[in-house]
C-alpha cells in the first residue's frame, strides 16, 4: 500500500533490475506506477517506464563515464525537494540499490532530511549478467564462496580495493564497472597469486537483447590492450570454464567472443 501523507510525500529506492525489462519485480512496477516523479538513471532500460503512469514526471539523472552528469549532492536534493512538495518519488536504479547502486547514500540523505523512504530490491547485474552467459556464480564442484567488487574506485574513498586481499577472497570475484579497468585488475590478481590461468569472462550489457562476452584467462586480459566499452562486468573464477555448456541466452552473442576480440 501507499502512504497518503498531505505534509510530505516518498521516496522509493526502487531497483530496476539488470536490464531485461521482464526481471522487473512486481512491487517495483507497482511503485513505478504510482509514483508523481521518476528520478532515473542510464543503465535503466526505457521499456521499465512503460510501467509509468501518464503524467508522471521523468527526471534523468544518468552518468557515463568522460561525460559531465548531475553529481550525487544534487541528486539527494532534487529527491528530498519533491518529498517535501508531497509527491511520491520513485529513485529507479539499474541493479539493485544497495549494490554498487549509491542507494546507501540516499537512503542517509532521506533519513537525515526526516523523509519517509522505503527500499525496493532489484535483481543485481552482478548476478543476472553472469547467469545470462551461462555462469553459475556457485557450483559444488568449483566454487562454495562469492566476493562482489567495485572495479571503479573513487580517490575519496576511505578505503580502496585491496587487490592483493582480494585475488583469494572467494572462488569467484564478480568485479563491476570494470570495462576501462580491468587489465590493471587482471596483472594484480596475478601479481597477487591467482593463477594466470584462472577463466575471466567480461559481460557487456548483460540481460540486454544486445548483451555481449567475451572469455578467457586472466593472463590473455593482463597481456592484451582490448579496448571494452562500458557498461561491463567482469566474473573470474573457475565457474567460467562452465559457460560453454551452460549459455543459453540470445543465440546472436554466441558462442564468446575470445577476449583479443575488440569491443567498442
Known sequence: MFDEDTQSGKVYLVGAGPGDPRLLTLRAAEVIQASDVIVYDYLVNPEVLAHARRGVELIYVGKRAGQKSISQEEINRLLIHHALAGRTVTRLKGGD????????????????????????????????????????????????????????????????VDWSRMAQAADTLVIFMCAETIAAIARKLILAGRSPATPIAIIRWGTFEHQEVFVGSLADIAETDMEIAPPAIAVVGDVVSLSEKLRWFDHHTYPPRPLEAQAV
Open 97 to 160: 540499490p544497495f549494490i554498487f547502486g549509491r542507494g546507501g547514500e540516499e537512503a542517509l540523505a532521506l533519513a537525515e532530511a526526516g523523509i519517509d523512504w522505503e527500499i525496493i530490491p532489484g535483481i543485481s547485474s552482478g548476478i543476472a549478467a553472469a547467469a545470462y552467459a551461462g555462469i553459475p556464480l556457485t557450483h559444488r564442484d568449483h566454487a562454495s564462496s562469492v566476493a562482489f567488487i567495485t572495479g571503479h574506485d573513487s580517490e575519496k574513498k576511505r578505503r580502496a
